[in-house]
């Protein structure tokens, strides 16, 4: 891959995680507090605190769900938009060596699954330690200073990790190992079905246009046939991930020992429950202890929302860096 190449694939990345961080974060918000342990007791409808209501007299935290859907958005965009060009970088050039490289007889699948894994190796180096300060912050209760404006999350989670007995640095790279174990799996699903529709629908395309047609893509064309490929392949991989999703979720957040948001009656909640069957265990031990407490549907919590999401950010995602690489090759 050239210079310009490179250039444009990178900055083509960054434009395209920016745009998908600011519109789909407030869903991941969501997802992350209704995969913490503590759900019910946090985050849960009134309907379902009814009797704790009744029983303590204390309102429930109806509203603790969706306030501050932004938090810890400014650790995001810090990594993100490296880690995605990382990741771009890595995949076409990678998908372009190993065309090269390997036998004809490998099927293409293949080596698409290969060059998505190496570049996820890669950008979750970047990665984890945005994703661990994010989802820390995601849950923290919302504080303020002396004057009463609202202090980062993003720093007090920071804050918090600086203070582990394990030091800062293990804590931050905590999560690797899971987010590989999540994000492996989901590229090596997505992005060969992802390339296998879209040149599925560009040959049919392209079959009723007549010959030559190919040079005649507009931008809006060729990001809605890459939308439409990417969500469809985003949706499948991300529910069948759904599982390692959950793990990596609790893992990075009993790396930051946060506390959960307080109460309406401003008692604060802590999450107890969660360091004690997540802080220092493996990846199979916390999935093990899910499924003990709360069977296999516990490994699926927030699947739906996130097989959602994943539809409306994939295709977002790598539909916006299509046309952003596109329109970059052109100018």
């Known amino acids: 891959m050239g210079d310009s190449a490179a250039h444009q694939v990178l900055i083509a990345g960054s434009i395209a995680a920016f745009t998908v961080d600011l519109l789909v974060y407030p869903l991941d918000t969501i997802k992350t507090r209704i995969q913490s342990q503590d759900y019910q007791d946090v985050y849960a409808s009134q309907k379902q605190h009814s009797a704790i209501k009744g029983t303590l007299g204390i309102q429930p935290p109806k509203a603790a769900l969706f306030r501050g859907l932004y938090q810890g958005i400014g650790s995001v965009i810090f990594a993100t938009l490296p880690a995605a060009g990382v990741f771009f970088y890595t995949y076409e050039s990678s998908k372009?060596?190993?065309?090269?490289?390997?036998?004809?007889?490998?099927?293409t699948p293949f080596t698409h699954s290969l060059a998505s894994a190496g570049a996820e190796l890669a950008s979750c180096l970047v990665l984890t330690p945005a994703e661990v300060i994010k989802q820390n912050a995601q849950v923290l209760r919302r504080s303020t200073t002396s004057d009463g404006k609202p202090k980062s999350t993003s720093l007090e989670a920071l804050n918090m990790l600086r203070h582990s007995p394990d030091g800062v640095w293990r804590?931050?790279?905590?999560?690797?190992?899971?987010?590989?174990?999540?994000?492996?799996p989901f590229t090596a699903l997505q992005f060969p079905l992802f390339e296998r529709v879209r040149r599925r629908i560009w040959e049919v395309r392209d079959r009723n246009r007549g010959k030559g047609s190919e040079q005649e893509r507009s931008l809006v064309e060729t990001g809605f046939v890459t939308g439409v490929s990417a969500a469809v392949s985003g949706s499948l991989a991300a529910f069948v991930t759904t599982p390692t999703d959950v793990v990596k979720t609790q893992m990075m957040l009993a790396a930051g020992g946060t506390q959960q948001p307080e109460s309406s009656s401003g008692e604060v909640l802590e999450r107890g429950r969660q360091?004690?069957?997540?802080?220092?265990?493996?990846?199979?031990?916390?999935?093990?202890?899910?499924v003990r407490e709360r069977g296999i549907r516990g490994l699926f919590r927030g699947g739906a929302l996130r097989t959602a999401w994943a539809a409306f950010g994939s295709g977002l995602y790598l539909g916006s860096y299509e046309v952003a690489k596109v329109w970059l090759k052109k100018e």
């Open 171 to 184: 804590r931050l790279f905590s999560g690797y190992t899971a987010l590989v174990a999540r994000n492996l």
């Open 275 to 290: 360091h004690k069957s997540s802080k220092g265990t493996s990846g199979f031990q916390v999935a093990k202890e899910i």
């Open 96 to 107: 372009s060596f190993l065309s090269k490289t390997l036998p004809t007889s490998i099927p």
